[in-house]
């Protein structure tokens, strides 16, 4: 598998990685395939959604905050239940369909690693289904 | 890949693909493999859930608008942050196993079109990775 | 495919299934690929997150009871809708990178069979995909 590098700056914070992504299928020469992005983090997951308007980005990380929030009733003592919520809520693996060399995605959309829990280093495994 | 056109009538629908994933399979001759299905919108994902008792896309829709309501605070000026929401937290692909030409699903189970920004004109695409 | 039996014992609860997984590869003798996972029930769905502390599983279903809990409304007269709602935001499939013989995990990664709507016999079907 490749491996994607993200430092995240923020507690919450979507980075766009599409260019990243796609860069990998160019030096791989892949034409026609799938393409597997599985994040190895528990308090981070994938989302591919709008890349057009980045207030879309604050709002889906406004809405996760009320959608699980950290309650005082949480056992876990490292205090992030809320990330890891979050992140099983958004979920840690994507599929994308590759033709023609290029990630086949709609006229909006974007691959977004979605951090709950940061500021942290974090990785991204991706890997490619070749069809010949 | 093959795409699917899904018309939507309400601003929140369920409408069930099932038939229309099969029939492409059944039209590629695939016997043996994996169906990636890609919803290539930011309003919209795949839920693959109850399709007996059609109540049920009901009550999903309805818990949906509870979990991701539209706040004052969103940013987002098209309006439909809520929908973008709703998007993330569903997923935007799935991973159905084909055995003997069939897609494999629980005796429950069917595969919904999940619009949450309609109604609108909209496509699912999807990609067979045969297995020989 | 290849099935695993999960026994659950509660209502909600997350059953680690890496270890039956991982039996699975070794017995195919699968050194290269991705492996799919599905959940063919329709009031549960599978969770990749962290396998390290337990606190983080009750965490995640005290959570999961907060943003889908029952309502008066719900039509379906089965009175389970907040698990299809639960099944529905966590998703029934994932995907599985192998690499030498081994499922790649993050490190404090662990695989979930999320029952919501327990006690009750579940399947996890698996499907590998080879790379050679």
């Not at 190895?40 to 997951?45: I, N």
């Not at 949480?74 to 590759?98: R, T």
């Amino acid at each position: 598998m490749l491996k994607i590098s993200v430092i995240t700056t923020k507690t919450n914070e979507l980075t766009e990685v599409t260019s990243n992504i796609q860069k990998l299928i160019d030096e791989q020469k892949i034409n026609n395939g799938i393409c597997v992005v599985f994040c190895p983090h528990t308090t981070a997951g994938i989302i591919v959604n709008e890349a057009y308007d980045a207030d879309v980005k604050d709002d889906i990380i406004f809405s996760m905050e009320k959608i699980s929030p950290s309650y005082p009733d949480f056992k876990h003592l490292e205090g992030n239940s809320s990330a890891h919520v979050k992140a099983s809520l958004i979920g840690n693996s994507s599929n994308l369909i590759v033709e023609n060399g290029k990630i086949q995605l709609g006229r909006w959309q974007g691959i977004y690693f979605a951090e709950f829990d940061g500021p942290r280093k974090r990785e991204l495994w991706v890997k490619i289904l070749e069809i010949i």
